[in-house]
């Protein structure tokens, strides 16, 4: 939409109010709660926390991902990544394989427990976020996807449509 033409509901969206962007912002936060309070119990049981998370879910959609690429995707220090893949390959949930080609890089491979446990806390998230999108219907979610990704900077947009292809 241009700037002369209003929104479907009749509001321009280049004049949003700071209380419209308040509320928004407050939603989002509140919304995040809920998306991770699922996946938070069922990781607290096992001492684990979001960061845990985060790694299983990415080594799950890019099997065989490096431990380089994982930094860049999760923006963390290589340190606390490190912590993270270290339980993870002690608890047996993550195999660290030495690369074929590069004997320096290391493959990551989520063995059956941490596919199991991946699937636990995606189907909690997906069941949430199905629930949710069938309330607000397809436009309300086309439109929701592009305010996300519109939020992201270019390095995440770039890792996010590497997974998406």
Do not use: C, W
């Not at 479907?8 to 004049?15: A, K, V």
């Not at 397809?138 to 998406?164: C, I, K, N, S």
């Amino acid at each position: 939409m241009n700037q002369l033409n209003p929104s479907p509901r009749g509001q321009n969206l280049l004049f949003l109010t700071d209380e419209q962007l308040r509320k928004g912002i407050e939603a989002m936060f509140f919304a995040y709660r809920g998306f991770t309070a699922d996946p938070d119990r069922i990781l607290s049981e096992m001492a684990y926390g979001r960061a845990h998370h985060r790694a299983v879910h990415f080594i799950h959609r890019s099997p065989g991902t490096t431990v380089n690429n994982l930094l860049s995707i999760l923006g963390v220090t290589k340190q606390s990544l490190n912590r993270v893949l270290r339980t993870l390959i002690e608890d047996g949930l993550v195999e660290s394989r030495v690369g074929q080609k590069d004997k320096r890089e290391r493959h990551l491979f989520l063995t059956e427990m941490g596919e199991a446990l991946e699937t636990g806390l995606s189907t909690a998230q997906r069941d949430r976020m199905r629930t949710a999108f069938r309330a607000a219907g397809p436009e309300a979610v086309a439109g929701f996807r592009q305010v996300l990704e519109a939020m992201m900077d270019e390095d995440m947009r770039r890792h996010y449509e590497a997974l998406t292809e």
